[in-house]
């Protein structure tokens, strides 16, 4: 019963993505972050970018001691979010904040998390990371998506649409700030959209 209402609810957000135009992650790139947190096996999971709470409840329903807190500024998207996390039945283990993630509050999330999943505005990675690096736990992970930016980061920027050519330079900028951070171990994954870990030493 209950996996049959979780299973109506991702695909009744899959078919609201589509009709709305919100970018969701896709099967493939959400299959490659769950088998990563499965080895991780986080505690405390920290989202940036829940757009309607897809990956949220995708996260929450495969690691079942796991919760979650994630961030949205998109009215109609918390909205919604909010709408599927309850009817997910994971109400209970998912909380989401209305707000622009650069402005929130750290007061009012967790002390610690043990894996923070960066998924907002590409151009604005670095900015996310070191606001939220703060509550990373010692041997936590942050997860950023989309580092391959759809072939768009291994083009000449010269070929890069102008309106995409800031969002480009900032995430190579962040990608060589990162692979130089003594601070951390990271690694650059090709699966998906391109997947960055980025593990706290
Ligand atoms: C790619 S979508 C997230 C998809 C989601 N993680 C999933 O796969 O189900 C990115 C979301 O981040 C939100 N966003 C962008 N910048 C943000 C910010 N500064 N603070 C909070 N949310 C932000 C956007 O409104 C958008 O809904």
């Known amino acids: 019963m209950v996996n049959n209402q979780l299973s109506t609810t991702l695909q009744a957000i899959q078919d609201y993505a589509v009709a709305y135009h919100v970018p969701i992650m896709e099967n493939q790139g959400i299959g ?15 989202e940036i970018g829940a757009a309607i709470g897809f990956s949220a409840i995708k996260m929450t329903e495969a690691l079942p001691t796991s919760t979650v807190d994630t961030v949205e500024r998109d009215d109609s998207r918390y909205q919604k979010a909010l ?18 993630a650069l402005e929130l509050s750290l007061d009012v999330l967790k002390p610690e998390y043990d894996a923070i999943f ?11 990371f070191d606001k939220y690096e703060a509550l990373l ?5 942050i997860y950023c998506d989309n580092m391959a930016m759809h072939g768009l980061s291994d083009i000449p920027l010269s070929e890069v649409p102008r309106r995409k050519r800031t969002m480009i330079r900032n995430l190579a ?6 692979l130089n951070d003594p601070r951390y171990d ?7 959209d391109g997947i960055m870990i980025c593990r706290k030493k």
């Open 83 to 100: 709408e599927f996390i309850a009817q997910s039945g994971f109400g209970e283990r998912i909380r989401i904040f209305h707000a622009d």
């Open 118 to 128: 960066i998924d907002a505005a590409k151009g604005q990675y670095e900015r996310f």
């Open 186 to 192: 990271t690694e650059l994954l090709s699966s998906g």
């Open 137 to 141: 736990a010692k041997g936590g992970i």
């Open 173 to 178: 900028t962040f990608k060589e700030h990162m």
């Open 32 to 46: 490659e972050l769950i088998e990563l947190l499965k080895v991780q096996q986080p505690e405390k999971i920290l």
